[in-house]
């Protein structure tokens, strides 16, 4: 069954770096999201992608964060310079044409020290 | 008002119980429904998506009501491995489909 891939699984960055996460979504979808979750609360919209743009974006995903599709496989999520409090887990989801039903990758754990 | 609001429990019931969850939401735009249940320090996975009035898979059985903006999830005989959080997502059409998540019901089923 295809499933949707990230890497690394656990990031350990010191605050101020730049960090990418990766994902490899299913591999005929055509919307790629990126979610994250604080550690106890809800999992939050961060920002959708579509046709090589991003579609939407959330008041979170702010100048600090960045998506790329940079081949037919890879899409990744940058956060330029890392703040305490973007420590979560960040989850990639993907949906196909014709369907709405969106799925989750196993997440990246990022740790802000 | 909230865009989904569910009883955050926590339910604990016995293994083989039935167990009803209950979620209302406000935008009567949208379009599709999800349940989709997280693990502690998972991933959400996708467990049923409701288009019409309702859908069955085996143990579980969602209820769709349009006209009271209410869904609802009821899982039969439940087992060990149904203790996870619950979560009822609607999605609005042209919204890029993000999903807007709740806090969800903490389900623990109890042997």
């Known amino acids: 069954e295809p499933e949707v891939t990230q890497t690394p699984s656990h990031q350990v960055t010191q605050m101020g770096q730049e960090v990418i996460l990766r994902c490899v979504p299913i591999?005929?979808?055509?919307?790629f999201y990126w979610y994250r979750q604080i550690l106890g609360q809800k999992v939050e919209f961060l920002v959708s992608?579509?046709?090589?743009?991003?579609?939407?974006k959330s008041e979170i995903f702010d100048d600090q964060f960045s998506v790329e599709r940079p081949d037919g496989s890879n899409f990744t999520l940058k956060i330029r310079s890392t703040k305490l409090e973007d420590s979560a887990m960040y989850f990639c989801?993907?949906?196909?044409?014709?369907?709405?039903?969106?799925?989750f990758g196993p997440g990246t754990r990022l740790t802000v020290t | 008002r909230k865009e989904v609001e569910q009883d955050p429990g926590p339910f604990n019931v016995p293994e083989g119980a039935t167990v009803a969850f209950n979620c209302t939401y406000s935008?009567?735009?949208?379009?599709?429904f999800f349940w989709y249940r997280q693990d502690c320090r998972k991933e959400p996975k996708l467990l049923m998506s409701?288009?019409?009035s309702g859908n069955e898979d085996g143990r579980f059985t969602a209820q769709l009501n349009r006209a009271s903006q209410y869904i609802s999830l009821l899982i039969r005989d439940s087992k060990l491995s149904d203790s996870a959080t619950y979560l009822c997502?609607?999605?609005?059409?042209?919204?890029?489909?993000?999903?807007?998540f709740g806090k969800g019901t903490l389900l623990t089923v109890n042997p």
């Open positions: 989801a993907s949906m196909g044409a014709g369907s709405y039903e969106q799925y």
């Open positions: 992608f579509y046709n090589n743009e991003i579609s939407e």
């Open positions: 591999s005929n979808h055509l919307y």
């Open positions: 935008n009567s735009a949208s379009q599709s």
């Open positions: 997502v609607p999605v609005r059409g042209g919204s890029n489909y993000k999903l807007t």
């Open positions: 409701v288009y019409s």
